[in-house]
């Protein structure tokens, strides 16, 4: 039997891409290991959304490419930096996240001492797929491809060109999901938020008919770009007040700044952000507040970081994804000196720190229900609640996957301690 290591970074799409692989392989006879060296054949699939993650992806090549194994590369790198890893490894194949399906054509080729490239752009829904779960209680859904956006700190492969799945399409693979025991769904895309946006419907639409499946689970959505959530605010808001859905909300705004804002090309301004947030703080006053911030885009100066920085002092979300500016080479963006981007980062960091921790305080005592979906460290399991807070809690046997009560009874900076009530 041939076998076969893989092994993933990135998004959440990243990961469907890499569980549908393997499920594919699987079925089709490989017997998945879990060592690079003991296998006869690795993939890696790489992810190239910023500078330290595309350098990482190429350490790794070169580490899979010295164990002298038949190798193919995958996900976005194989579109960004084609040539980058043909140079480390000329003989390894490419498979793009588009190409997926083709995994079998493409490691039959290789197992033969064959090179294959597969980066076409197909415009085919990854739905209703075999799978190897990663977790076995969540069910990463893909619900479209690209975006129609085009800022410019963006190097994704597929931005700018959108292809929404048909809902029709993603109901039956998250009935599928349910089906094969999960009770956490993810709905991801590059941007959920421009979602039906190419085929006259919308987020809240399919949030809407996913929610209407029977059976207990849970929701979540990903990242939504303010521009598109600003369409659709009132209808959004709607759907999140659903039961099932997450009370999770990850709206990147990258800057507080308009002039910082221009320069991204993000197409909205700080009022939109405003609006936006200001209402589903108060029509969900719980919400999970998950934002993103570039710390040290070209031309930043003080005053604009200052206004990132009071941003995140009187919104208070929950989660801040810090990122330090850095430029692929064919962005062709000047750097900020690095000493000036890593003070204002520690700033920023410090003050998400303290906000983080002042918001988890605000659960002790709470008590409800969590769905159990993964293992933590020290034999502890974690839990999510409807706002899709992280409760750590103890191991009892028989409860991964389930529904169970708990009180808060302690919080940490990112996360709640809980007790099985």
């Known amino acids: 039997m041939k076998k076969v290591f893989s092994e993933q970074y990135g998004c959440s799409s990243s990961l469907s891409d890499y569980e549908i692989m393997l499920g594919l392989l699987k079925k089709n006879g490989f017997k998945i290991v879990n060592n690079p060296k003991d296998s006869d054949l690795n993939i890696i699939v790489t992810c190239s959304v910023k500078v330290p993650t595309t350098q990482r992806m190429i350490y790794r090549i070169k580490e899979l490419t010295d164990l002298k194994k038949h190798l193919i590369v995958a996900g976005c790198m194989t579109k960004t930096e084609r040539q980058v890893i043909e140079k480390i490894n000329p003989r390894a194949s490419l498979i793009s996240p588009d190409c ?105 639409e399919l949030l809407n008919s996913v929610s209407n499946i029977p059976g207990k689970f849970f929701v979540r959505v990903g990242m939504s ?94 989660i801040v994804n810090i990122s330090k500016f850095g430029a692929h080479k064919s962005l062709k963006l000047k750097q900020l000196p690095e000493n000036i981007v890593e003070k204002r980062s520690k700033k920023l960091f410090e003050l998400v720190k303290r906000i983080s921790l002042e918001k988890n305080q605000k659960w002790i005592g709470c008590e409800g229900e969590i769905i159990v979906d993964e293992r933590g460290r020290d034999n502890k399991l974690v839990g999510r609640n409807f706002a899709y807070k992280p409760v750590v809690i103890e191991n009892k046997r028989n409860i991964f996957g389930k529904f169970v009560k708990v009180k808060i009874i302690e919080a940490k900076t990112n996360y709640l301690v809980g007790k099985i009530s």
Not at 151 to 163: N, Q, R, S, T, V
Not at 238 to 260: A, G, R, T, W
Not at 288 to 314: A, Q, R
Request: glycine share 4%; with cysteine.
């Open 100 to 204: 997926i399906e083709k995994i079998i054509e493409v490691a039959d080729y290789v197992m033969k001492g064959k090179k294959i490239v597969a980066v076409d752009d197909l415009n085919k829904p990854k739905l209703n797929l075999p799978r190897c779960r990663k977790n076995s209680v969540i069910g990463v859904v893909q619900i479209a491809r690209g975006c129609v956006s085009n800022c410019a700190f963006c190097i994704e492969p597929y931005k700018g060109k959108l292809f929404s799945y048909p809902i029709k399409n993603i109901v039956d693979d998250v009935k599928l999901s349910l089906e094969e025991g999960c009770k956490e769904i993810w709905l991801t895309s590059l941007d959920c938020g421009c979602y039906g946006f190419d085929n006259s419907t919308n987020l809240p």
């Open 225 to 318: 770009n303010p521009l598109h959530v600003k369409k659709i605010l009132n209808e959004l808001i709607e759907s999140y007040k659903n039961e099932k859905m997450f009370k999770f909300l990850h709206l990147p705004i990258q800057s507080f700044s308009d002039n910082v804002l221009k320069l991204m090309k993000r197409n909205y301004d700080t009022e939109t952000v405003k609006e936006i947030i200001e209402k589903f703080y108060r029509e969900i006053p719980q919400l999970t507040f998950s934002t993103d911030i570039i710390v040290g885009f070209p031309d930043e100066d003080e005053n604009d970081f200052e206004m990132s920085y009071k941003f995140i002092e009187k919104y208070k979300p929950d």
